[in-house]
């Protein structure tokens, strides 16, 4: 029972689905204290009961259509309850009418969804167009042939104020931009600026952002654009407009840069500046994902955006050349700028989270620019290579740490998170990048990545050797590698073995409690020890997580002999929980 029902409604609800009654004991007598409850408690009780029994979603959209269905006391109880109308969902227009009748005034929840194979939606859009100043929730996704005609309909029929609207999204089929709505206003008269006091949340995909004609939206938190084309000027403009956005997703948006920026001491407020020129915003922005961002130009973004309290980027950059520069207007020619790096380096002091996607088969080229932004206070840093086969002999290595822009010349103190998918391992780089430059690491990745192998076996005892004659890279013939290391995932590394796995569990296991110069072994069995001393100074934590995904070379079954291992660690294999620590 939902904890937020009073107490009363509680209990009479687990009296009526009480599992002890007999079918005589539940007729509801004349004295029962259930008609003292107001129609809508007693819509949430049915309501309660029903998901109790069916497991049906909450909020299940058809539950005032099975209340009325139950008897004619029911039913008034349904008719008369106007909150139980208004989520609406994929709707007939029979159903549609009935639901926003019976909904009275309060506020909707509406999930609408136009198929391609659906002809006649042009009515249903109206319907919900009429009642859309009263929606909560707005979440239009458009594929039919109309879908142009419909969301038209909407951004040019809708009243000027949506007052309780929290949450839109707009989807559609085609492209929707000033240039090809369909009016729907009588006459020539001029359209109003939409006001959207209260929106929180705004996606739009593939729907032109300057078709809405929305003014302030001072609540705007997050803001999705999927799909887009705009000029920078009207992206600013709309981003402007929301003081206090938290969260931006950028996806596949082409924009065009139609304006430059001006920063540091040439932002004064009170300068003129020319019409070409716009001063840079600064925005609470904790998270900003972006796909497809050009990779000569995307620094140029936080230059028109000032993002002081970013916390989480995520950005990957395309394969196609036409996508990797931004187009700049100049005049009225379109023409790419000349690369260039900023002047002034590009801080994010609050950064705590880097994802790095590179559509590229080789990386051995990193995009210099990431040289000129700083992040000295990053926790978990993700670096991918897409590729679109698994074949690991096409995998280019990955850079060597002292080599590749993303690690030169930082404090990496704070780092705790390092994963790494679809790349070939420079074992002997990484090491010693591990060894030297990462003291918090308490969390290594590795997705499909030919190479892992050996840097696994580098997690064990630096002076016990690898029984299948992976070469321990020179960074790690003395030092132990990661002392903090508590979790260890591996997903598709087929060149990583169980005796290897094995030999990583037990040595650090031992080191932590102060069992130190394991003897090399041969097969599985108990271990010898030369010496039993106090924990040294510079000693590993033992694994506390084994995270093993489709690993070639790596079975069930192997796994599965490891729990009886000391300080054998909590295993996940395909998804499935083998052991738990006590």
């Given amino acids: 029972m939902n904890i937020f029902f009073s107490q009363r409604t509680r209990a009479i609800s687990g009296d009526i689905n009480g599992s002890n009654h007999s079918p005589g004991s539940r007729r509801m007598q004349p004295h029962s204290p259930i008609f003292s409850l107001s129609d809508e408690e007693l ?26 269905h139950v008897c004619l006391w029911w039913r008034g109880v349904a008719l008369s309850t106007s909150s139980l109308w208004t989520r609406i969902t994929n709707l007939s227009q029979t159903a549609l009418d009935q639901h926003l009748f019976r909904s009275g005034n309060s506020p909707l929840t509406v999930w609408a969804k136009f198929e391609r194979s659906q002809v006649h939606s042009l009515a249903i859009a109206i319907l919900l167009i009429e009642r859309a100043h009263r929606c909560k929730e707005l979440h239009w996704t458009d594929y039919s042939k109309a879908s142009i005609v419909n969301i038209g309909a909407f951004t040019t029929m809708s009243q000027a104020r949506f007052a309780v609207l929290q949450e839109l999204e707009l989807a559609s089929q085609e492209y929707i931009s000033p240039a090809n709505i369909v009016p729907f206003t009588r006459g020539e008269r001029p359209l109003h600026t939409i006001s959207f006091p209260a ?36 992206l600013l403009n709309m981003i402007s407009a929301s003081p206090h956005l938290e969260y931006l997703t950028l996806f596949t948006t082409a924009t065009i840069i139609d304006v430059h920026p001006v920063v540091g001491s040439g932002s004064s407020s009170n300068q003129a500046l020319p019409n070409s020129a716009v001063r840079q915003l600064k925005l609470p922005i904790h998270e900003l994902l972006w796909d497809l961002a050009p990779i000569t130009d995307f620094w140029r973004l936080f230059q028109f955006i000032d993002m002081p309290s970013l916390q989480t980027l995520g950005i990957s950059f395309p394969a196609d050349e036409d996508l990797q520069r931004w187009v700049h207007l100049f005049g009225d020619v379109h023409a790419f700028a000349p690369d260039e790096a900023p002047e002034v380096p590009i801080e994010f002091p609050e950064l705590r989270s880097l994802t790095v996607e590179f559509d590229i088969l080789d990386p051995s080229q990193p995009p210099s620019q990431f040289a000129h932004i700083s992040y000295p206070n990053l926790e978990e840093l993700h670096v991918a290579y897409k590729h679109r086969t698994r074949d690991f002999a096409s995998y280019a290595a990955f850079p060597t740490p002292s080599e590749h ?29 591990l060894a030297y430059d990462l003291p918090s690491l308490d969390y290594l990745g590795f997705d499909s990545c030919p190479g892992a192998g050996t840097v696994v076996c580098a997690l064990a005892c630096p002076t016990d050797p690898c029984l299948h004659d992976h070469r321990r890279p020179s960074s790690a013939h003395t030092d132990w590698l990661c002392l903090r290391l508590a979790i260890l995932a591996l997903i598709d590394c087929d060149d990583v073995r169980i005796d290897c796995v094995r030999n990583v569990i037990e040595t650090r296991a031992f080191a932590a409690y102060g069992v130190h110069d394991v003897q090399a ?9 030369m010496s039993h001393v106090d924990k040294q100074e510079n000693t590993p934590c033992p694994l506390e997580m084994l995270q093993i995904y489709r690993c070639a070379k790596v079975t069930e079954a192997g796994l599965r002999l490891l729990e009886s291992l000391p300080g054998a660690p909590e295993i996940v294999f395909k998804n ?5 620590n006590a």
């Fill in 43 to 68: 819509a949430m009780v049915f309501a309660e009961v029903v998901h109790d029994k069916h497991v049906l979603p909450s909020p299940y959209p058809l539950a005032p259509v099975v209340l009325s």
């Fill in 521 to 529: 072994r041969s097969a599985w069995g108990s271990s010898a020890f």
């Fill in 576 to 580: 499935q929980v083998i052991k738990e």
């Fill in 199 to 234: 929106l929180r949340s705004l996606s739009l995909c593939r729907v032109d952002p300057v078709v809405l004609r929305s003014g302030p939206m001072p609540e705007l938190r997050t803001l999705k654009l999927q799909e887009v084309e705009l000029p920078m000027s009207q």
């Fill in 405 to 433: 822009p993303l690690f030169q010349e930082r404090n990496w103190d704070n780092l705790r998170r390092l994963y790494l998918t679809h790349t070939k391992i420079n074992a002997e780089g990484l090491c010693e990048h």
